[in-house]
């Protein structure tokens, strides 16, 4: 591959604010440039490096190696918690987005106070996603990149599944009922799937 195209596209990467997708990248190569070959390429020749160029949700940007970001903290650090409302919020949202807020208070079984998603748009990970065609027309709420780079994902097929979670401890007895309610819904939609197959033959 030329190395001029490597150290264009390189030099794209590097200049940019925010992750981009591979046809946001072609419009500033040459015409007909491979982009997937350069990236592969790029990407090896970093592999191992102290920068790594890495992809997220079919966008790519450069970030610090994960076993260096330790040094590149400061000393002082704002950590805030998010609150259990928050965590099980974007949860929900991660897990079935795009989903209203109506969806996730009916999952969660309670009310949630416009702080909580304001709380987790305000870092980054929620945004709105337009609006059900329904009456009314709610509000939709879907996770974003900065969610998917926050949590070290490519994309949301890479959330753990119930067994995941179940074998990992994180699920605890109050976390049983939205899990087992995952759970049915994910049988249901088996069985859905099934019932169209069935009427296809």
Same mark, same amino acid.
Do not use: C
């Given at each position: 591959?030329?190395?001029?195209?490597?150290?264009?596209?390189?030099?794209?990467?590097?200049?940019?604010?925010?992750?981009?997708?591979?046809?946001?990248?072609?419009?500033?190569?040459?015409?007909?440039?491979?982009?997937?070959?350069?990236?592969?390429?790029?990407?090896?020749?970093?592999?191992?490096?102290?920068?790594?160029?890495?992809?997220?949700?079919?966008?790519?940007?450069?970030?610090?190696?994960?076993?260096?970001?330790?040094?590149?903290?400061?000393?002082?650090?704002?950590?805030?918690?998010?609150?259990?409302?928050?965590?099980?919020? +974007? =949860?929900?949202? !991660?897990?079935? @987005?795009?989903?209203?807020?109506?969806?996730? #208070? /009916?999952?969660?079984? $309670?009310?949630?106070?416009?702080?909580?998603?304001?709380?987790?748009?305000?870092?980054?990970?929620?945004?709105?996603?337009?609006?059900?065609?329904?009456?009314?027309?709610?509000?939709?709420?879907?996770?974003?990149?900065?969610?998917?780079?926050?949590?070290?994902?490519?994309?949301?097929?890479?959330?753990?599944?119930?067994?995941?979670?179940?074998?990992?401890?994180?699920?605890?007895?109050?976390?049983?009922? +939205? =899990?087992?309610? !995952?759970?049915? @819904?994910?049988?249901?939609?088996?069985?859905? #799937? /099934?019932?169209?197959? $069935?009427?296809?033959?």
């Amino acid at each position: 591959m030329p190395n001029d195209d490597l150290r264009r596209i390189e030099a794209v990467l590097f200049a940019a604010e925010r992750p981009l997708t591979r046809d946001e990248i072609a419009l500033y190569m040459p015409e007909g440039s491979d982009i997937a070959g350069l990236l592969a390429s790029l990407g090896e020749s970093y592999m191992g490096r102290g920068v790594e160029l890495v992809e997220r949700g079919g966008k790519w940007h450069f970030q610090t190696a994960p076993d260096l970001g330790h040094i590149l903290r400061r000393e002082r650090e704002e950590s805030r918690r998010l609150s259990r409302a928050a965590i099980e919020t +974007l =949860a929900i949202i !991660a897990y079935h @987005e795009p989903v209203t807020r109506a969806q996730i #208070e /009916e999952i969660r079984g $309670v009310a949630i106070s416009k702080g909580t998603l304001d709380v987790l748009m305000e870092a980054g990970w929620v945004r709105p996603a337009g609006r059900r065609e329904v009456p009314g027309r709610p509000l939709l709420y879907a996770t974003t990149q900065g969610f998917l780079t926050q949590f070290g994902l490519e994309s949301r097929r890479d959330l753990p599944g119930l067994a995941d979670l179940k074998a990992a401890g994180l699920l605890d007895p109050i976390d049983l009922s +939205l =899990a087992l309610w !995952a759970e049915a @819904e994910e049988s249901r939609e088996k069985a859905s #799937e /099934e019932e169209a197959d $069935v009427d296809q033959i």
